[in-house]
């Protein structure tokens, strides 16, 4: 499970979102944690109980080992689990996900893969509908999806009766298509915010808004 520049600035930018409030007694929840990444970025910004579920055995085994080797150990939980069959003991006020993005793609041969890029165990409508049941009224559910998926996922938001408040859309370099968008989304309506950004501002020079993000957690920055 390659760790993918998309995916730390998705940390990053839930890191700081999740830091701009007071966290005192809070948990979060990571659905779909492959390698762990997600957590270990949000815990170095937050100090809040992180339970993080997988369902494949061997990218769940290295990330507990991520997990313990790190200096936030104490603050994030492995759940070995499919989602569909995890139960919470607690309500989440954060949940964040990088789900599995292609739906109806071409598939790889290899089932590890399947799992953690395609929608075959998890399609996102259910994703979204199960855990709203798991956040508080005053929760927050954080996405990264491709950008062609913008649609669907603001027409499964509306049909779940979650309000979607702020979008950030990615493009790799200015001058490219989108790739990514980010959703910040929860059961409060509120006026929705929309930006577009880029990783690049031209072939390997960082934008601004990448470098504000990632400039603690990447030691070349």
């Not at 390698?35 to 809040?48: C, D, E, H, R, Y």
């Not at 339970?51 to 759940?79: C, G, M, R, T, Y």
């Not at 999806?145 to 790799?172: C, H, Q, S, V, W």
């Not at 020079?205 to 920055?221: E, K, Q, R, V």
Request: charged letters at 20%; a neutral charge; aromatic letters at 10%.
């Amino acid at each position: 499970m390659k760790v993918t520049t998309d995916a730390c600035l998705f940390g990053a930018w839930c890191a700081a979102e999740i830091a701009s409030r007071n966290n005192d007694g809070k948990y979060a929840l990571d659905s779909g944690t492959g390698t762990g990444l997600l957590p270990l970025i949000v815990a170095q910004k937050n100090s809040i109980a992180i339970d993080a579920v997988e369902i494949d055995e061997k990218a769940a085994s290295q990330a507990a080992s991520n997990f313990e080797s790190s200096p936030w150990s104490k603050n994030i939980h492995l759940i070995h689990k499919d989602v569909l069959q995890f139960t919470p003991t607690v309500s989440y006020q954060y949940i964040i996900s990088n789900p599995p993005f292609y739906q109806q793609d071409l598939a790889s041969p290899h089932a590890q893969k399947n799992v953690a890029h395609h929608s075959f165990s998890l399609d996102l409508e259910t994703l979204i509908n199960r855990t709203k049941n798991w956040l508080t009224e005053e929760g927050t559910l954080f996405l990264l999806l491709p950008f062609k998926r913008k649609k669907e996922a603001e027409d499964l938001f509306a049909n779940a009766g979650i309000y979607i408040g702020k979008e950030i859309i990615i493009r790799p370099v200015a001058s490219n298509p989108p790739f990514r968008i980010m959703i910040k989304a929860g059961f409060k309506q509120r006026e929705k915010s929309e930006m577009e950004v880029s990783i690049c501002t031209e072939p390997k020079i960082y934008s601004p808004f990448f470098t504000a993000l990632l400039g603690d957690f990447y030691l070349y920055l």
